[in-house]
């Protein structure tokens, strides 16, 4: 559960961004917050910033970047490098992130969601086995969009079968929540 709390740290400066305005800086902004998050977790391979507030549709977006094919506000960053600071790049918008279940579930309840491990494709870099863990926005009550991070599973099972954790010859690790 270690994951969520970036997120929900996050949460309230977001929104606090989303009830300012859409303009150019305030876009900047929350690209910044995104990239932020990201670097922040160890384990988050991805993230995305959905925003569906109509201030932040077709072409009053700034950077064409966070665009979607529907005219759609959506940032996807990439950590390159999820274990060391730096090395997170905002990538093309991709519509893909919006079928995630996990998606859908906070933005049909407006509450905070874990997505069940997938494969998904991602900024068409090929298929990462993993999940979402999305955190609703909300301006006044109203739900204005999510932050999300994509968890990659196989680079948490690197980090737990690395053979310098282990205690002696025979040992094993689990993870237990």
Do not use: C, W
Request: net charge negative; hydrophobic share 40%.
């Amino acid at each position: 559960m270690a994951h969520i709390l970036p997120l929900s740290g996050i949460q309230a400066r977001l929104e606090e961004l989303l009830e300012k305005g859409s303009g150019e800086i305030t876009q900047e902004l929350l690209v910044a917050q995104v990239k932020n998050v990201l670097d922040m977790n160890a384990s988050g391979v991805y993230a995305y910033l959905y925003i569906t507030d109509p201030r932040y549709t077709g072409t009053n977006i700034a950077n064409p970047k966070y665009r979607t094919e529907n005219g759609e506000f959506l940032v996807l960053a990439k950590d390159l490098d999820p274990r060391s600071i730096g090395g997170v790049e905002v990538l093309e918008s991709d519509a893909a992130v919006l079928k995630f279940g996990s998606v859908q579930k906070t933005l049909r309840t407006g509450k905070a969601s874990i997505g069940n491990p997938s494969y998904v494709d991602i900024a068409h870099e090929g298929n990462k086995f993993g999940f979402g863990i999305n955190t609703p926005l909300k301006v006044r009550g109203e739900l204005k969009g999510l932050i999300g991070i994509f968890i990659d599973l196989n680079e948490i099972s690197a980090r737990l079968l690395d053979p310098s954790l282990s205690a002696f010859d025979t040992d094993y690790r689990s993870i237990i929540s």
